[in-house]
């Protein structure tokens, strides 16, 4: 069970990686990369793109991840 826990957050990890490559972030100079695994299997990634907003972006971010979350493990 381990040997399996560790694949699967291997891959997530690599998602994450991945995904991290398309981030902007001019004013933060933190590209994020973000992969979440539901129970159902589905696998949802995503980035951040800052603006000029930069305040907003640091909010919404954990905002969203936790949104998603509740919204796919229901």
């Given at each position: 069970k381990d040997n399996v826990m560790d694949s699967i957050l291997q891959d997530l990890i690599k998602e994450a990686m991945k995904?991290?490559?398309h981030a902007h972030a001019p004013?933060?100079?933190h590209p994020l990369g973000h992969a979440l695994l539901t129970n159902d299997g589905t696998l949802h990634s995503g980035c951040n793109v800052e603006n000029a907003a930069y305040p907003l972006v640091n909010?919404?971010?954990p905002v969203l991840l936790?949104?998603?979350l509740?919204?796919?493990t229901e």
């Open positions: 995904v991290q490559s004013y933060s100079n909010l919404l971010s936790l949104l998603t509740q919204k796919f």
